[in-house]
């Protein structure tokens, strides 16, 4: 089993960036594709962004397309997810996950990590 440690939460400011981490202990072997979900005050789990190991090829959330970048270092067995002019709304917390499929639904995942806590003030 794969595991996850997520990092680089914080207090923010509207408008401000944040690159989130996260230390996986062996993805090759046990995932193919690492994903970045939230989860609001109040709110459900929700798909921020995807990545496959292998080639890098990407996905969005509509919410987020244009201010956040999700990328791999394959070397370092790390998952980042650098996040731009964050708003009030990006509050929550963030969890990276492993799996095998591309999908956006959390169930598709069966590894994740204890999550970071990210605030956005107004």
């Known amino acids: 089993q794969v595991q996850l440690v997520e990092s680089g939460g914080g207090l923010v400011q509207a408008g401000a960036s944040l690159r989130l981490s996260c230390a996986t202990s062996?993805?090759?072997?046990?995932?193919?594709?690492m994903g970045w979900f939230r989860q609001g005050p109040g709110k459900e789990r929700e798909f921020v962004a995807r990545i496959r190991w292998g080639d890098g090829a990407s996905y969005y959330a509509d919410s987020v397309k244009g201010r956040f970048t999700i990328s791999r270092d394959r070397a370092k067995n790390t998952v980042y997810l650098q996040m731009n002019n964050l708003t009030p709304e990006d509050t929550g917390i963030y969890y990276c996950a492993a799996g095998h499929c591309l999908a956006t639904y959390p169930g598709n995942y069966n590894a994740w990590g204890q999550g970071t806590r990210v605030t956005v003030s107004s």
């Open positions: 062996g993805p090759t072997v046990s995932s193919d594709v």
